[in-house]
């Protein structure tokens, strides 16, 4: 039932004045934080990287070199700040697919697999060599994929807040609920993220562990890939099974519901 | 689904170069998943209203509550209360959102809307939306079954009777001719206590049975309407001319106010009142008295709408003429005179006086003319307008007054109707 459209009032919905007007929006600060953080240790990681630095050594199209890195990293940062901040969804994601792409040659360093040898493509790994230990790069695109994921769902509850405004919701009912659960959210994922953290410091005591027996097993990697794949595809399927014999259950039960208010 | 496909990309990737750091990067939207998975979208929401029939004025203001209660899952939940057409929302919110966290919820949805128009509404039912905290399950809606039928009225004028000897009303109002005297009729009034002279046969034996005690020891009789109390028709014009003005404000949302106001005067005064719909479906009820036929009458007001029927006055009195007959009535025309309907109303009037005795050479007719174009004018301009259409139905008007009625010319917006009967007073 599509309700009348009211007009958004000065009234909260039970008729009080409106009085959070200055409360402190803290999620409007939220995407500027977020660039804040992200973006240099984003551009930390690729100018660390062996590639920015033999990009730069080879360039002759800036006269001084500082200047050139200064310049450069300035406006890209300031411009992918600027998408962040004021983009929706979809140029979120892109901006933060682009973020992923300066920190890959870093991340592919520690590849386990050289598929170019595998391949027989001559290729120098240390040409995109990362020059910062693993756990750092790690920690960072851990950071990275947090921060992607917190910043997507604070632009799908902004998104909701204006369908919600737009209906005929009252600010103050909407900004209230909107803080609660971006409040849930943010705590949820600072919960995975922190999981995540955690798992990562004790990955390195369990591969001490785990080195001499997977040193047995050749292809280890591929190995426990097929294991975990097969569980997931398993899992996925469980699931959405589950999901769609409830939902039947559901469309069942209305229909029962619906003959049985005709009757 | 997005921290899904997020991790689907991540993980193989991770498995496909070997990379360790990858495969950290992929739990993070993996455990996303896994949390919002494990909270549900909010449900068993109950709807309750607190009342669950109401009336209202028409332009009066209606509180309505609704309480909501939901005690499982996480995430948003909006509710709307619909609202019908011609409502205004004068406080609070028809649709509010709430934040059902891992506590129970239990809110209330509480607005006051003005009515600006009279029927019979449903308010309601309640539809609730329920969204997944995350997104991740698909969102739920709830419509309550329950609605609130609401009827919205006219608040009837209030017109009163000036009390003074010296004063004359040369509108035939029918007062001093109620007769407390005459044959008893089969309509019952009342029980009342027995007085000196009551006939037997009218004791109510099982009432005075119920009410007797040591202490008190009196009959009861059953008191009867009289015959003989004057006959009071109301004729209303229901043809689309009568909608001048706006939707919520027009000649005919006035006369049905004028109808409710006349009617609750004469039964308030014992006297029998009929009305007649004419210029539109045929609808008639039949004189009677007390509150049932002043309630028949406001109930059939509430579904009149004006019409492009033609039923002239005329043809509508001699479908009354059975009830006419013998019955010496008042007769109250509310119309909006205009040339086009003059030669209408003379002969409806003519038709009508066959029925009652005149008062000197004036028949008991009272034509009530709704000045309907002031009712549409808005501002200086059109005021003045208004007032120049109204010269050229003035002619219309002198030529009914000129055939002995009495026309009583009614713009609501600046006088009420009791004001506009006072004006037919007349000092002695």
Redesign the interface.
């Known amino acids: 039932?599509e309700?009348?459209?009211?007009?958004a009032?000065k009234?909260?919905?039970?008729?009080n004045e409106k009085k959070m007007k200055t409360e402190l929006k803290v999620f409007d600060f939220v995407k500027p934080l977020a660039a804040f953080i992200v973006l240099p240790l984003v551009f930390y990681v690729f100018s660390k990287n062996q590639l920015f630095a033999s990009m730069t050594q080879n360039s002759n199209a800036f006269p001084s070199l500082e200047v050139y890195e200064v310049l450069i990293l300035f406006f890209v940062m300031a411009f992918l700040a600027v998408l962040m901040i004021f983009g929706n969804e979809r140029i979120l994601?892109m901006t933060f697919v682009l973020l992923g792409a300066l920190l890959t040659p870093s991340?592919?360093f520690?590849?386990?697999?050289d598929?170019f040898r595998v391949l027989g493509i001559q290729f120098n790994v240390d040409t995109v060599n990362a020059n910062l230990p693993?756990y750092m790069?790690?920690a960072i695109?851990?950071v990275?994929?947090?921060t992607?994921?917190f910043l997507?769902?604070t632009s799908?509850i902004d998104t909701?807040k204006k369908e919600?405004l737009r209906?005929?919701?009252?600010e103050i009912?909407?900004e209230?609920?909107m803080n609660?659960?971006s409040s849930?959210?943010s705590k949820?994922?600072l919960?995975?993220?922190g999981?995540?953290f955690l798992?990562?410091g004790a990955?390195s005591a369990v591969q001490m562990i785990l080195a001499t027996q997977a040193a047995v097993i050749p292809y280890a990697?591929?190995m426990l890939?097929l294991i975990?794949?097969c569980a997931?595809i398993v899992c996925t399927v469980i699931?959405l099974r589950s999901?769609a014999g409830l939902?039947d259950r559901q469309s069942r039960n209305a229909q029962n519901s619906t003959e049985n208010?005709l009757r | 689904m997005?921290?899904l496909g997020?991790f689907f990309i991540?993980?193989?990737a991770a498995?496909?170069?070997?990379?360790?750091?990858?495969l950290?990067?992929s739990?993070?939207?993996l455990?996303?998943v896994v949390?919002?998975?494990i909270f549900e979208t909010p449900g068993n929401v109950k709807v309750e209203r607190r009342e669950s029939k109401l009336s209202a004025w028409v332009n009066g203001v209606l509180d309505v509550s609704v309480k909501v209660t939901a005690d499982k899952g996480?995430?948003?939940i909006?509710i709307?209360?619909?609202?019908?057409e011609h409502?205004d929302?004068s406080?609070?919110?028809?649709?509010?959102?709430?934040?059902k966290?891992s506590e129970q919820l239990s809110e209330?949805?509480?607005?006051?809307a003005k009515c600006t128009m009279r029927g019979i509404y449903k308010i309601g039912?309640c539809?609730c939306e329920c969204?997944h905290?995350?997104?991740f399950?698909?969102t739920e809606i709830y419509?309550d079954?329950e609605t609130l039928e609401l009827v919205v009225r006219h608040k009837p004028l209030n017109i009163k009777r000036l009390r003074d000897p010296k004063l004359f009303s040369r509108i035939p109002l029918p007062l001093g001719s109620m007769s407390k005297l005459g044959m008893m009729t089969n309509d019952f009034k009342e029980i009342r206590e027995y007085v000196s002279g009551d006939s037997y046969r009218h004791v109510n034996w099982k009432a005075t049975a119920r009410s007797s005690s040591p202490m008190r020891d009196v009959l009861l009789v059953n008191e009867f309407e009289k015959e003989g109390k004057r006959v009071v028709w109301i004729f209303l014009d229901s043809s689309s001319k009568m909608a001048t003005g706006t939707k919520i404000e027009n000649s005919f949302e006035y006369a049905l106010q004028a109808v409710l106001s006349f009617s609750q005067f004469y039964l308030a005064r014992n006297c029998h009142v009929g009305l007649c719909v004419y210029n539109g479906p045929e609808k008639t009820l039949i004189p009677d008295l007390g509150r049932r036929q002043e309630y028949k009458i406001y109930r059939s007001t509430l579904g009149l709408e004006v019409s492009n029927m033609k039923v002239p006055l005329k043809r509508a009195v001699a479908k009354c003429r059975g009830h006419l007959i013998g019955g010496n009535p008042f007769s109250i025309v509310i119309s909006n005179v205009r040339r086009e309907n003059l030669r209408e109303l003379l002969d409806g009037t003519k038709e009508l006086s066959k029925y009652s005795r005149s008062i000197g050479r004036a028949p008991q007719i009272l034509i009530l003319h709704l000045d309907g174009y002031s009712i549409a004018a808005e501002g200086f301009n059109e005021e003045a307008g208004a007032t120049m259409l109204n010269l050229a139905n003035q002619s219309s008007i002198r030529a009914l007054r000129h055939a002995g009625l009495y026309v009583a010319s009614w713009n609501p917006k600046r006088q009420s109707l009791a004001s506009l009967m006072v004006l037919g007073m007349k000092r002695r």
Do not use: H
């Not at chain 1, 209906?167 to 009252?170: C, D, P």
């Not at chain 2, 498995?15 to 990858?22: P, R, T």
């Open positions: 039932m309700p009348q459209t009211p007009v009032s009234f909260d919905g039970l008729g994601s991340i592919l520690f590849s386990k697999l598929w693993s790069v790690s695109s851990l990275l994929v947090a992607w994921i997507l769902y799908r909701a919600l209906r005929g919701a009252s009912d909407v209230k609920a609660a659960q849930f959210t949820m994922l919960g995975c993220f999981i995540a798992i990562f990955a990697y591929l890939a975990v794949a997931l699931y999901n939902q208010a | 997005k921290s997020i991540v993980f193989f498995m496909f170069l070997g990379n360790v750091i990858l950290y990067v739990i993070v939207p455990l996303v949390f919002s998975l996480v995430g948003l909006s709307a209360d619909f609202l019908p409502f929302l406080e609070g919110n028809n649709f509010r959102v709430f934040w966290g209330e949805l509480r607005y006051s039912p539809s969204r905290v995350l997104g399950k698909q419509v079954k």
